[in-house]
Antibody, heavy 119, light 110 residues
């Protein structure tokens, strides 16, 4: 059974960094692309970044390019999102998600971790 | 990377059919058959309902169906039930190898 468990959220001051983690289990982690998607309170889903199964390819939404970095450690079955220069508008639930088999579409989602950017 | 356009809300009575549109461009929806649909209940993570434009994952009711014409994809819910009340989002792969979500549609069962 696929499980994706995000952690690392909380309250952070504007301009400060934060690293989110996503622990994966129930599937062969190193064979799937992984994503980060966020949802601001009361708003829609916003795709942020994807990383290939081996970490060699990474793509970002324009809104976070240069500020956020996606990475993975296949030996630990863990996905990461390093967030820098956080702004109030980055306040959201951050979801980790797994690609569908052999397709560039999201299949499974974690339950999310809330990041609140506030002084 | 503009969001795909969906109607803000759609409603229907139990048993009726409703359709939700998802309009993109020739660089996303129109270019690939990698359009998926997600259902999100309040306070929950999204759930995959349709992938590859029209395929249903195992366990998803056959009351849900998808289609695409040009730059517009659609999700149809037949035999509407109270449990279908939720937010629905489309998503597409893009020519930049990124992904893009729709603006979201709130489905209300009257």
């Amino acid at each position: 059974q696929v499980q994706l468990v995000e952690s690392g959220g909380g309250v952070v001051q504007p301009g400060r960094p934060l690293r989110l983690s996503c622990a994966a289990s129930g599937f062969t982690f190193n064979t799937f692309g992984m994503h980060w998607v966020r949802q601001a309170p009361g708003k829609g889903l916003e795709w942020m970044a994807v990383i290939s199964h081996d970490g060699s390819d990474k793509y970002y939404a324009d809104s976070v390019k240069g500020r956020f970095t996606i990475s993975r450690d296949n030996s630990r079955n863990t996905l990461y999102l390093q967030t820098n220069s956080l702004r109030a508008e980055d306040t959201a639930v951050y979801y980790c998600a797994k690609d569908w088999t052999a397709r560039p579409e999201i299949e499974h989602w974690g339950q999310g971790t809330l990041v609140t950017v506030s002084s | 990377q503009s969001a795909l356009t969906q109607p803000a809300s759609v409603s229907g009575s139990p048993g009726q059919s409703i359709a939700i549109s998802c309009t993109g461009t020739s660089s996303d929806v129109g270019a690939y058959n990698y359009v998926s649909w997600y259902q999100q209940q309040p306070g929950k993570a999204p759930k995959l309902m349709i992938y590859d434009v029209s395929n249903r994952p195992s366990g998803v009711s056959d009351r849900f169906s998808g289609s695409k014409s040009g730059n517009t994809a659609s999700l149809t819910i037949s035999g509407l039930q109270a449990e279908d009340e939720a937010d629905y989002y489309c998503s597409s792969y893009t020519s930049s190898a990124t992904r893009v979500f729709g603006t979201g549609t709130k489905v209300t069962v009257l």
